[in-house]
């Protein structure tokens, strides 16, 4: 158990539909970081916080957004989803910019 | 952009086996992070190197940090069935981002 929790495991929506992911750093870590995952394909960094601001994006979808709060859990928004979009989606947290520690992952299905 | 290439991309071997995989970068990396995943799960970090040369241990784990530090080693020994799975090289590109770059993949199978 790496500590980094999320929420929920598995979602199934339709297309066109909104959806938020959420993520609980391990205790102590300030930045999150979230990436996507699609069918055995690698990580793609979609964005990181660190302390309730952004940090540094990567490939992300304008459909896509993210927060972190102050308690520094996090939140990721997707919308107007795609059936392109189903994928795994990890959240990581790190004390520093260095070992990242992986969440279980929330499974995204769009119909 | 910039890739993390791992090789091989997938391999067979037999229980018992010592297995070896690379990571290698078209820029340099001051970090080096190796991480397990199983199918559904999330990565697990196995090792991390911050030094160019350095050799670090875990178990029947053993990772290096090149010395040009554009790649990475990973060798496992004594291959046993519960080390199936795909193996990610991962880093930050020396640019002082923290977009962390993830490997392509290595994918394990363990025959018994």
């Known amino acids: 158990d790496s500590g980094v929790t999320q929420t929920p495991k598995h979602l199934i929506t339709a297309t066109g539909q909104r959806v938020t992911l959420r993520c609980s750093p391990r205790?102590?870590?300030?930045?999150v970081y979230w990436y996507q995952q699609s069918l055995d394909q690698g990580l793609q960094f979609l964005i990181q916080y660190y302390n309730g601001e952004e940090r540094a994006k990567g490939n992300i979808l304008e459909r896509f957004s993210a927060q972190q709060f102050p308690d520094l859990h996090s939140e990721l928004n997707l919308s107007s989803l795609e059936l392109g979009d189903s994928a795994l989606y990890f959240c990581a947290s790190s004390k520093l910019s260095r070992e990242q520690f992986f969440g279980p992952g929330t499974r995204l299905t769009v119909l | 952009g910039q890739q993390l290439n791992q090789s091989p991309q997938s391999m067979f071997i037999q229980e018992g086996e010592d297995v070896s995989m690379n990571c290698t970068s078209s820029?340099?990396?001051?970090?080096w992070l190796w991480y397990k995943q199983d199918p559904g799960e999330g990565p697990v970090l196995l090792i991390a190197?911050?030094?160019?040369?350095e050799l670090t241990s875990n178990g029947r784990l053993t990772a290096q940090f090149g010395i040009t530090r554009k790649d990475s080693f990973l060798n496992i020994s004594a291959s046993i069935p519960s080390d199936v799975g795909i193996y990610f090289c991962a880093g930050p590109p020396t640019s002082g981002t923290y977009k962390y770059i993830f490997g392509t993949g290595t994918r394990l199978k363990v025959l018994a």
């Open positions: 190197l911050y030094k160019a040369g």
């Open positions: 820029s340099i990396f001051n970090t």
């Open positions: 205790s102590g870590d300030l930045s």
